[in-house]
Nanobody, 122 residues
Framework: QVQLVESGGGLVQAGGSLRLSCAASGRTFSGYGMGWFRQAPRKGREFVAAISWSGSTYYTDSVKGRFTISRDNAKNTVYLQMNSLKPEDTAVYYC????????????????WGQGTQVTASS
């Protein structure tokens, strides 16, 4: 059974930082892309960032220069370093994985985590 387990969410003041982690298990993820989405209250799920198996990265415009996605293939883990957090970054953050990184960007990933809450207070 495939599992994506997120961790690292929490409450920070605006301008602060958090690092999210997502550990994948249950199958081999060799060759898989991984990424992050978020969903704020009363809003739809939004693409945040993705990384291919080879390390190519993709970001939504609103987080460029503030968030960094990275991965450790040996650990089947993806990270999201979030700096200069803003109140509008407040959301539940979901990890995603798929054999095609384009599916992650499109929001049609095969696998999803349960989410972790991130709150940036003003």
């Amino acid at each position: 059974q495939v599992q994506l387990v997120e961790s690292g969410g929490g409450l920070v003041q605006a301008g602060g930082s958090l690092r999210l982690s997502c550990a994948a298990s249950g199958r081999t993820f060799s060759g898989y892309g991984m990424g992050w989405f978020r969903q704020a209250p009363r809003k739809g799920r939004e693409f945040v960032a993705a990384i291919s198996w080879s390390g190519s990265t993709y970001y939504t415009d609103s987080v460029k220069g503030r968030f960094t996605i990275s991965r450790d293939n040996a650990k089947n883990t993806v990270y999201l370093q979030m700096n200069s957090l803003k109140p509008e970054d407040t959301a539940v953050y979901y990890c995603a994985a798929d054999s095609d990184v384009r599916a992650i960007i499109a929001g049609t990933s095969a696998y999803w985590g349960q989410g972790t809450q991130v709150t940036a207070s003003s």
